[in-house]
Structures are given as structure tokens and as C-alpha cells.
């Protein structure tokens, strides 16, 4: 089948950026013919892409760079101005808020990918398509594909949560245009139904919701094995992935720079692990008040005063990391909640996947204790593959993520490990640090097997194979054996720190 994609922003770093790459890759293994449209400037580093189109004085001109071409990557012509959900920096762009931006300039990005998008649906004869972001990608394949082309959207949660939830007079009308004509309105999880839900008050649209968690990539997020000297092997070859990024940048990109990958921090944060003593806990995520980072290294300044060999990692990038900065530099010079633990806290800057992957088979832990409701928290599933405990605030689409995980813990184990899994994040940071404790002071014969049952259950449940042949059956329309949301209204769905 030959799929359109409008995904319109970045292929690797974050949520639907990796989603819209890994869709595309396990739709290519499946044997389809993909054209993704996103603003990614390095297409050719990516595995799966064999061509890339970009427009040239007005004309679209396509690079073949192998055959069979089974995945084109195109960049449509928007200019410099992207709009975004949470402010971030885009090599090439002025990124702007989607709520910060004229009505004028969000009409020129639409009309913009309108055409690029009709142009590469005219040339490729897409047969179905699928459109990312409750906005703009909906309207975009609205307006530009015709009727006999139909399409699905996925929602993320960040378009409904921070643009359209903010502004509902200037975007709702942008948003219930795009789901329209759309044939199946697929979600991480039912806490984002229910929010979608409630924006749109269409019940002819909650008909068409359906349930679909992104997939992990297991090959990848994979645990160390079981034999002597699997860390330090892997401690050594992370240290050499990132010696030959340093060196391929000359030791400089993205220093002093919070949002820019910063290859000489994250090799220097790396270096500070003994892979043999150590205990290390990661937090992942934007440095923004949502993703509630300050919690994690608060949580872990009460964990090491009980466990000195507790390490913290903070991998990510965004506008709170100055901040953050700050607050360890107080705790270095004995001052505040981080003192005694600070020469402990590394900050590694923004990671890909393939140095996230090995980094996560390394840690004990990993902390997910974001504040701001979560459409899925991809990160749960991912460290569970790894090996790594996840603990997760029990809200959103978090608590639905691990309580899948724990429903497939043995039963021996169940009661334990579904405790260690969720806290309740207005009782954090003290929560979070009693379940590292708890999980840290388990016999390891006891984790082991809990690790076992966690990848075990990653394994059969986010497979990308299975997500891609439920997309291409979701822009059929053939959602009949898909799971709907639960759209009840649940009590208490968000707690007083959530508001």
C-alpha cells in the first residue's frame, strides 16, 4: 500500500518524532511505500529513508539515494517560522507558540503544507494516509487530499494539552475541520480520550476514537545480558559511541546550548559511572515545569543519603535547565534540598535514541514524575525493556502504561512491584524516593525476576509491527476490533499538583 504521513516537524529527539520514524520503518519492513512529510534537514543519516524531496524554486525535486525506494522523506517549503506546542529550538527556524503566533502566519504554514502535501499525494497515488497532532496536521490532509483518499489521525497530547485546551476559540475550529472527513481517531491512552472528548463535545467523533499505544523499539531498548562483565562491556561501548560523536563534532556542538545535543557533557556524565559499584537512577524528559525534573532530584537527594552509591542521571534539554543547574551548584556548596548529593547529579543534555537505549540498560531506575497530564509516557515502556524499573506518577496516561506493566507481573511479585510502579505525585518527592529505596534494597535474585517479567510484557504488548498494520487498518475505517476508550468521567482524574 503506498502511505502518506504528514508528521511535519522532527524525526528524532522526542515523542512523535521518534513515533512518525519508527512508524515508518516498520511500515517499510511490512513492505509499503511510505511519503512522510516532517522538517527533518538530516533524512539521509536515517536507515529507512531511500529518497528525499524538497522543493526548489517552487518545484519539487526528488534525490534517490538507493532503489527500491520504499520510504521518501519530503521537506514542504514553510519557511523559517515552525509553530510549536511547547517552545523548543529547530535547527533553520524561528520557532514560535502556536498561541504566539498572527492569525496570518498560521494561515501561510497551512496553506504552505496544504500544497507541498496535495503535490506529494497527486505524485506518489497515495492510497491512504495518516495525520499527526490534533493540529495542524488534521486540517492539512483536509484541505489537500481528495475524498478518495482516506486518512486517520493520531493524537499526541501535546497539540490538545497546550494549544488547542489553551485556545479553544482560536483552534478548535482548526481541529474539529482536520477530524472531520477522518476515518479513525486513534490515542495513547483513555485519559487523552477523555480530554480529547471534552474539547471537542462531538459524539459522533468519540465513535471513531480508538485506542493504539506507540510501540518500542526491543532490538533496541534492550536489557544487558545475564553474564559476567555485561556492564562494563557496555559501560566501555557507550563511553566509544559517545567519544566518536565528540569527536565527530570537535568536542564543541551544542556547549552552553540547553536544547542542542552537548556530546562532550553527556560523555563527561558518563565517565563519573562505575558501572561495577554504582546504582544509577535517570530521569528523561524536557527540563520543563511539566515534566516535574525538580521532583526527580529531589527524590534523589533522599535516596542517596541512604544508598551513597545511588547515581543520578538527567538526560534531556529545555528552558528550566539553567535552573536546575542552579540548584545543584547550591547543593555542591552545601546549600539546599540537593546538599550531599549534588556531586552525584549529572547533567547529560539531550541524548538520541541509540545513547538512551544503552544508558537505560545501565540504570536501576528510571523516574517519570511529570506534573502535566501525560497522553501515554513513552518512556515507561522503554525503560521497562530495558531492564530498568520504571517509577511513574500515577495520573494520565502514565498509570495506564504501568498498570499494563504490572498487570503482567507475576503474581508472586504483584503486589510488591505494582506498589514501585506509581506514586502519587502530590505526595512526591518523598514517594518516589520510598519506591527506589524499596526497589534498590530488593535481593537481586527478586529484581531479576521482576525485570524479567517487565521486558517480558514490553515484548508482547508495544510491538511496531503490530501498531503499523492497526494504523493502515485505522485509515480503512476497520476499527471494529479495536479497543474504544473508556470516556466515563473518572473522579479525581487530576490531582492538586496536576492543576
Known amino acids: 500500500m503506498r502511505v502518506l504521513i504528514f508528521h511535519g516537524y522532527l524525526l528524532d529527539g522526542t515523542g512523535s518524532n521518534v513515533y512518525n520514524a519508527r ?30 524531496g524538497t522543493w526548489r524554486r517552487g518545484a519539487l525535486a526528488v534525490e534517490v539515494r538507493r532503489r527500491p525506494v520504499r520510504c521518501t522523506l519530503y521537506r514542504p517549503p514553510i519557511g523559517r517560522l515552525l509553530p510549536v506546542y511547547v517552545y523548543d529550538r529547530y535547527e533553520g527556524f524561528v520557532a514560535k507558540r502556536f498561541g504566539d503566533c498572527t492569525d496570518d502566519e ?9 500544497a507541498a502535501t496535495a503535490e506529494v499525494c497527486a505524485r506518489s497515488h497515495a492510497e ?7 493540529v495542524m496536521g488534521p486540517v492539512i490532509l483536509a484541505r489537500a487530499l481528495p475524498p478518495t483518499v482516506p486518512y486517520a489521525v493520531k493524537i499526541h497530547g501535546s497539540a490538545l494539552e497546550y494549544t488547542v485546551k489553551a485556545a479553544p476559540e482560536r483552534f478548535l475550529p482548526y481541529a474539529r475541520e482536520g477530524l472531520a472527513p477522518a476515518r479513525a ?19 459522533e467523533l468519540e465513535r471513531r476514537m480508538r485506542l493504539l499505544a506507540p510501540g518500542v523499539d526491543t532490538e533496541l531498548f534492550a536489557p544487558l545480558p545475564d553474564e559476567p562483565g555485561a556492564r562494563a562491556r557496555a559501560h566501555r561501548a557507550l563511553l566509544e559511541a559517545l567519544e566518536r560523536q565528540c569527536a565527530q ?43 516535574g525534573a525538580e521532583l526527580a532530584l529531589r527524590a534523589f537527594a533522599i535516596v542517596q543519603q541512604q544508598l551513597p552509591a545511588a547515581r543520578l542521571f538527567v538526560v534531556g534539554f529545555g528552558e528550566l535547565e539553567a535552573d536546575l543547574q542552579r540548584l545543584v551548584e547550591a547543593g555542591r556548596a552545601g546549600e539546599g534540598p540537593l546538599a550531599g548529593a549534588a556531586e552525584r547529579i549529572h547533567f547529560t543534555g539531550r541524548l538520541q535514541h541509540a545513547q538512551l537505549a ?41 498509570a495506564e502504561v504501568s498498570g499494563l506493566l504490572g498487570a503482567a507481573v507475576d503474581e508472586t511479585l504483584h503486589e510488591k512491584l505494582g506498589a514501585l510502579l506509581r506514586f502519587p505525585i502530590e505526595q512526591a518527592p518523598e514517594a518516589i524516593a520510598q519506591r527506589l529505596l ?10 531479576a525476576q521482576a525485570r524479567a517479567a517487565l521486558i517480558a510484557a514490553v515484548r508482547e504488548r508495544f510491538s511496531w509491527a503490530g501498531v503499523a498494520a492497526a494504523v493502515l487498518a485505522a485509515t480503512q475505517g476497520r476499527i471494529e476490533t479495536m479497543s474504544a476508550p473508556e470516556l466515563a468521567p473518572r473522579a479525581l482524574e487530576e490531582s492538586p499538583r496536576m492543576r
Open 249 to 291: 563534532a570537535r568536542g564543541v556542538q551544542g556547549e552552553g546550548d540547553a536544547f542542542a545535543q552537548a556530546p562532550a557533557r553527556a560523555l563527561a556524565a558518563v565517565r563519573a559511572l562505575d558501572p561495577e559499584r554504582d546504582l544509577p537512577i535517570a530521569f528523561v524528559g524536557k527540563l520543563i515545569a511539566a515534566k
Open 128 to 134: 491512504a494516509a495518516l495525520a499527526n497532532h490534533l
Open 438 to 447: 524499596a526497589w534498590l534494597e530488593l535481593p537481586e535474585s527478586l529484581r
Open 358 to 398: 544503552p544508558l537505560l540498560a545501565l540504570c536501576s531506575a528510571v523516574v517519570v514524575p511529570s506534573v502535566f497530564p501525560e497522553a501515554f509516557g513513552m518512556i515507561v515502556a522503554e525503560a521497562a525493556a530495558a531492564g530498568a524499573l520504571p517509577v511513574s506518577a500515577d495520573h494520565s496516561g502514565l
Open 185 to 203: 481517531i486513534l490515542l495513547g491512552s483513555s485519559h487523552t480520550a477523555r480530554s480529547l472528548a471534552g474539547a471537542l463535545g462531538d459524539p
Open 106 to 114: 498560521l494561515e501561510r504554514y497551512v496553506a504552505a503544507n496544504v
Open 23 to 52: 512508524l515508518a520503518a516498520a511500515l517499510v519492513a511490512a513492505g509499503h511505500e511510505v511519503h512522510l512529510l516532517a522538517q527533518e534537514r538530516h533524512g539521509s543519516a536515517l536507515p529507512f529513508v531511500d529518497a528525499i
